[in-house]
Nanobody
Framework: QVQLVESGGGLVQPGGSLRLSCTTS????????IGWFRRGPGQEREFLAV????????YYADSVKGRFTISRDNAKNTVFLQMNNLKPEDAAVYYC???????????????????WGQGTQVTVSS
């Protein structure tokens, strides 16, 4: 069982940055692809980015490409989501999820993922 824990959310002004972290208190994350998702108020959960277990390949949704960067440090058992130039529409609960395989592409769905965290709230407001 993999228990994922997100952290790093909070309140930030428009144009600001946040770095989210995803770690686990259980098994190592190093054998999983990790994805980041978000769910805004009244919206469906949205895919943002995914990184392969080795960190050598990533894939981003068009909505965040160029502003968000996913990375991982397997030695620290942590995956990061660096978010820059945040906008009010980025406000949401952000989730990380673990996939025993790796799917990168618009056809991939959240059904690929085996384990989910509880989420961390990001608020973008002046």
């Amino acid at each position: 069982q993999v228990q994922l824990v997100e952290s790093g959310g909070g309140l930030v002004q428009p144009g600001g940055s946040l770095r989210l972290s995803c770690t686990t208190s259980g098994r190592s994350l190093s054998t999983y692809a990790i994805g980041w998702f978000r769910r805004g108020p009244g919206q469906e959960r949205e895919f943002l980015a995914v990184i392969i277990w080795s960190g050598t390949d990533t894939y981003y949704a068009d909505s965040v490409k160029g502003r968000f960067t996913i990375s991982r440090d397997n030695a620290k058992n942590t995956v990061f989501l660096q978010m820059n130039n945040l906008k009010p529409e980025d406000a949401a609960v952000y989730y990380c999820a673990a996939d025993t395989n790796y799917c990168s592409g618009a056809w991939c769905t959240e059904d690929e993922y085996d384990y989910w965290g509880q989420g961390t709230q990001v608020t973008v407001s002046s």
